[in-house]
């Protein structure tokens, strides 16, 4: 299914958060935290300027990004989960 976001938002794929701690302990799903860690699955056009022009999105499709723990809406789209963020949501890209 293709996703086309509007305005300022992206759709983010979440990864999955390690399974095993550094100590070699394994996490039940209940005990796991949330994941901040996604990868950008599609950018909209970008937010509306004042003068009718649109800002141009910082990130791009295939980056990997830090998103709030609890921002953005839950999606399921083509069996993944995902979140669809406004751009302000994300607070860095990672390299």
Do not use: H, W, Y
């Not at 399974?19 to 909209?44: H, M, N, W, Y």
């Not at 970008?46 to 990004?65: F, I, K, Y």
């Amino acid at each position: 299914m293709a996703v086309r976001p509007l305005d300022d938002r992206v759709v983010v794929e979440m990864l999955e958060e390690e399974e095993v701690t550094s100590g070699g302990i394994v996490l039940p799903d209940t005990a796991r935290e949330k994941s901040q860690k996604g990868k950008v699955v599609a950018v909209g056009p970008g937010r509306m300027l004042d003068s009718g022009e649109r800002a141009t999105p910082l990130v791009e499709e295939g980056d990997v990004v830090l998103c709030n723990k609890f921002g953005g809406d839950e999606a399921e789209i083509d069996g993944k989960d995902c979140r669809i963020l406004r751009e302000n949501d994300i607070l860095a890209i990672i390299e």
